[in-house]
């Protein structure tokens, strides 16, 4: 990563201030989106993927939320400190996402060609261009195109229920691609799909990449998409994130005792799981424990581990935030 | 000795009404003739994509809906024309999918758990005090009989839909997905706690799952499902190991694993095209015929019959069926992955 | 070990702390309750707050009649003399009376057919739906009328008149709840359990039907004493001299604009009454609402 990365989130801290009390949600919490690069930002329930994603965008919901510190650089400008209008402007245009459950997120009422047309003049607008309908249409047309939709006329003519969840989901990507962003966020993509539909899906997302120099960040819960899938992963744990490096050397690699838990939770295809889990649960945000919040589950805790501990180098392309590194290997 | 649960071909299909009197235009074959057996004890699984009619299977077997055709024999009884049996639970029961919606919103942990046993007639006190050891068994305090659905997490909630189907003293209890909404390393606790349940109360277990590795980890035979019809059936070692069917080898090549040994024993598939199509309109033949890389001329014509492959391994394809004029020949089934690189 | 899985770190607030800090911040809500509570109070302590309370039976004193309001009669007298006040602090109670009969019978009644249509579908639901469809084609206050006009005029037959019909809108808002729930999975579960059919009605989908039913309770009070008092004005509904509000604005109409306290007084009175209800309804849905997101 020699350029400056399109997206690169710095040092974010975010409270949620709830009855008078603060949780802390996101503690110190930096990852870099740079182009050409799929990069999955990995966690399970609670770790704080959604409340970073929303932060990104722009829609976090400012109370209860708070920004406690840190920045969000997209293209070299700290979006934390523009006005409302000015991350409006990006939204949609030089940032996209595409949401989570194409099931729910397409208004039932309204033609494919017409959701994508009124985005399409909202973006318009935002940015002073004026476009014909025939022209939208077309943009409309050559957008599904590009998602592998076959026979997009006919898509645009019809309504959400006549098609399947894997059209869907390629709908809401292309409602993404409208504005030729430069940034994806992708939030679960496939979770609603089947096995063999999701495979399709995230096969367009890389060519997507690649073919088209995109920053994509695709958040998860699943693992083996995350290896299969992204080039570069964030794994979070309780706010923070706690590993991260290349796909493939993390995954191979893996040094957080967090990481290794998890990995050793997913059933293999190759049998002979164990089933053991994680013992305990995750920490109460607004009484954290000083230091590592995994410390209280971890294996491996010991008395140094009520210091926060910093991101240490495992390698060329692979951190982990653990005083125990060595011993862990 | 004779199995606790026969399903002898299964089949329902819903009428679909359209026009203005709401005449039958046609019919979704959401399952079309299952047939197997489970043994007293066995775990086993039934694994499919959507439109695979695993869920209907379930429904069918649990009463809360009637098979169209066929038999469902509990200890020899037929139980497939029985719904809604009230006061008498079946020996059948079902942990569902989605635990927040498995448990009443408006009523407290107890309450929920108690409902089994005011329908065998427990008096007040003698429920409560199930209700405070079945918590115990699924390791949830005492204190959690009075809390409410929001107030605990998946995981714990999904173990109380495990306490109120165990309160039926159920001989069979059918998993629907029971781990999908949970995170992976609840999931790990929930299932270890089921293999233990079903160790210490000899329960069966009917698990019907999309997750491949899950279920090749959690059961001891497994059937995959497309469209409606068992397509392979297997222990689950064969089955994982050898696949036979080429939607069975496909799907496994298309399960997302995380480490480069389980890359190495997927078979060698490209990615299937298309999605599945819907079982209101389904292929003549072969069902899987319109995505199977492998389809020949009588696949698109007949259905083809079961073909063993070993002991307790089963699967309907033409290609299998001895005799068959391959043009790969038989080492198709056998290609592996390359080594991931 | 169960500690561990528990997994209860956090202190729990509770539900009703909760609950309570929502209402309290609603303003509707708070209104509403609040002019609820004062009626209530002013019903039930009548007796013994009313300044003239004889004013209520048959009493004449023509020599304070057509008193406008003064510190002795705070809202004015009436054609014959009668405390205005303390007639309608009385008035209040027979609205309350009526509205709270009237739905006693009309909602249970209501909800128990709605439950049972929903749930069971196929006859139940065509039978008892076509019937809540004829019933809810006939305008309440007409049927009041012509009940009342068959059988004589009074409090009790305008109470049958009024609950004869009012069960109807109960029905409908339940069975379209109840459609909804049924394909939940508890109620599946309570099925595969061995539940019996009024178990899952009233143990299961009643409680989630407990909001609505209680902001719609709520709303009704407000127009079911609306109706009531439209009764008594047209002289169908109590008799005098009860003191009734609609009877006192009929009565009092007669002498408009002059001796504007007579009429308009209990009307405001009526109209107090009608917008505590409502209020609180309202509060009560945005609460509830806000519940059901959760």
Known sequence: ????????????????????????????????????????????????????????????????????????????????????????????????????????????????????????????????????????????????TQVRMPDPERIARSFPIMLSGGMRQRVLIAMALLSEPRLLIADEPGAALDVTTQAQILKLLRDLVDDRGLALLMITHNLGVVREAADDVYVMYAGSVVEHGATAELFARPRHPYTRALLDCVPKLSGGATFRGIDGSLPDYSAPPPGCRFAPRCPLAISACSRPPEARRVSADHYAACWRLEDAA | MSPLLEVVGLSKAFPIRGGLFGRVTGQVRAVSGVSFALGRGEAFGLAGESGSGKSTIARMIVGLAKPSEGAILFDGRDLAGQT???????????????????????????????????????????????????LDMVQLPAGFADRYPYELSGGQKQRVAIARAIAAEP???????????????????????????????????????????????????????????????????????????????????????????????????????????????????????????????????????????DDQHFARCHLLAPGASTRRGADWRTAKARSAG | MSAAVAGESAPRISTAYQNWRRFSRNPTAVIGSAIVVIVLAAALLAPLIAPYPDHVGAVVNFRARHLPPSARYWFGTDNVGRDIFTRVLFGYRISLLLAAVVLG???????????????????????IMRLTDVALAIPPLVMALAVTAVLTPSLVHAMLAIAALWWTWHTRLIFSITRTLRTQEFVEAARTLGASPFHILFRELLPNCASAILVKTSLDFGFVILIGAALSYLGLGVQPPAPDLGTMVANGADFLPDRWWESLLPGAAILFVALGFNLLGDGLRDLFDVESVR
């Open chain 2, 84 to 134: 809604g049996l009230s006061g008498r639970s079946r020996p059948v029961q079902m942990v569902f999918q989605n635990p927040g919606s498995s448990l009443n919103p408006r009523r407290s942990i107890g309450q929920s758990m108690a409902v089994p046993l005011h329908a065998r007639g427990l008096s007040g006190g003698e429920i409560a005090a199930r209700v405070a050891s079945l």
């Open chain 2, 171 to 309: 001989q069979l209890i059918v998993l629907d997905e029971p781990t999908s909404a949970l995170d992976v390393s609840v999931q790990a606790k929930i299932i270890d706690l089921l293999n233990d349940l079903g160790r210490s109360l000899g329960l069966t277990y009917l698990f019907i799952s999309h997750d491949l590795s899950l279920m090749r980890n959690f059961v001891e035979r497994v059937g995959i499902l497309y469209l409606g019809r068992l397509v392979e059936v297997g222990p689950v070692r064969s089955l994982f190991e050898a696949p036979a069917h080429p939607y069975t080898r496909s799907l496994i090549a298309a399960v997302p694993v995380v480490s480069d040994e389980e890359s190495a024993l997927k078979p060698n598939e490209p990615a299937l095209e298309g999605e599945i199509p819907s079982p209101a309109n389904q292929p003549a033949g072969c069902a899987f015929h319109t995505r199977c890389p492998h389809a020949f001329a009588p696949c698109a014509v007949e259905l083809p019959d079961v073909v063993q492959l």
């Open chain 3, 105 to 127: 019978a009309a909602v249970p009644l209501g909800a128990t057919l709605g439950l049972v249509a929903g749930y069971f579908g196929g006859w139940a639901e065509i039978v």
């Open chain 1, 1 to 144: 990563m020699t350029a400056d990365p399109l997206l690169s989130v710095r040092s974010l801290s975010v409270d949620f201030w709830s009855y008078g009390r603060r949780s802390q949600v996101l503690r110190d919490v930096s990852l870099d989106v740079p182009a050409h690069r799929h990069v999955a930002l990995v966690g399970e329930s609670g770790c704080g993927k959604s409340v970073t994603m929303r932060a990104i965008m722009g829609i976090l919901a400012a109370p209860p939320a708070r920004i406690a510190s840190g920045a969000i650089l997209f293209d070299g400008r700290d979006l934390l400190r523009l006005s409302a209008r000015e991350r409006e402007a990006l939204r949609g245009t030089a940032m996209a996402m595409v949401f989570q459950d194409p099931m729910t997120s397409l208004n039932p009422v309204f033609t494919i060609g017409d959701q994508m047309g009124a985005i399409l003049r909202y973006a318009d607008r935002r940015l002073g261009r004026a476009r014909s309908r025939r022209a939208r249409l077309a943009r409309v047309h050559e957008v599904l």
